[in-house]
């Protein structure tokens, strides 16, 4: 493992440095091992390893590629490890949407051009007068989706992508049992749209921090009831 890593190591370091860019090939193995004073048995476990994290893309019968590096790729392994959470620490991540959604919502409010907030309106506007529960989930993930991306800040954008994933459960769980939730989540999602459109960013803020929290306060007594 320790002349993997340290061909791992080596391969970023060329990256970083430059001396390998986005969309670029890598050397061919025989050429990169012997430049690197690796094996290629090492090389090739390095190449596995950062193709596995989606900074190699491996072409089979054409070479070895530095991916594009967008921070939405490289943050999908963190969308896989966040899959694994236990149920124990959803918690958690409610506290960290907590954080990191009313900044990009008040972010949204003077980023978003105007065929944003139109598109925005649009996703408001689509959920049923008596949607399901699932139905109610999936238009809060497009909407907050379509947020995230009016940041502006791509890697903001996808931390709060893979946080969406750990906390739907919570949501479709609070959608069955609490009295109110359907029509509370609507009336929150109107305010923060109207916020935006408004251009009023510490008004957006505060009622994303408002939704937000009261998700999270609700499942704090639901867990402290179990």
Not at 7 to 20: N, R, Y
Not at 100 to 121: C, G, K, S, V, Y
Not at 150 to 160: A, E, K, P, R, T
Not at 188 to 215: C, L
Request: with cysteine; aromatic share 4%.
């Amino acid at each position: 493992m320790a002349v993997t890593d340290a061909a791992i190591d080596k391969i970023k370091q060329m990256i970083v440095s430059g001396e390998l860019a986005p969309g670029d090939r890598l050397p061919k193995e025989a050429d990169l091992a012997e430049r690197l004073g690796l094996s290629r048995n090492s090389l090739r476990e390095a190449v596995r390893a950062l193709s596995l994290i989606n900074v190699l893309d491996v072409r089979q019968g054409d070479g070895t590629y530095v991916t594009s590096l967008e921070p939405r790729l490289l943050l999908d392994t963190m969308s896989f490890v966040l899959d694994l959470h236990r149920d124990d620490t959803v918690i958690q991540f409610f506290e960290v949407r907590r954080i990191l959604e009313p900044a990009a919502t008040a972010m949204a409010a003077e980023q978003m051009t105007e065929a944003d907030i139109e598109e925005l309106r649009v996703i408001l506007e689509s959920l049923p007068e008596r949607p399901t529960v699932e139905e109610l989930v999936a238009n809060d993930l497009q909407f907050h989706h379509r947020i995230a991306q009016g940041s502006g800040n791509s890697v903001l954008c996808s931390f709060i992508e893979s946080l969406s994933g750990p906390t739907t459960r919570a949501r479709i769980w609070r959608g069955l049992t609490q009295e109110g939730a359907m029509d509370k989540t609507r009336e929150q999602h109107t305010a923060i749209y109207e916020a935006i459109a408004a251009r009023q960013a510490d008004i957006a803020r505060s009622w994303a921090t408002v939704h937000v929290a009261g998700v999270e306060s609700w499942l704090r007594r639901a867990l402290e009831l179990d």
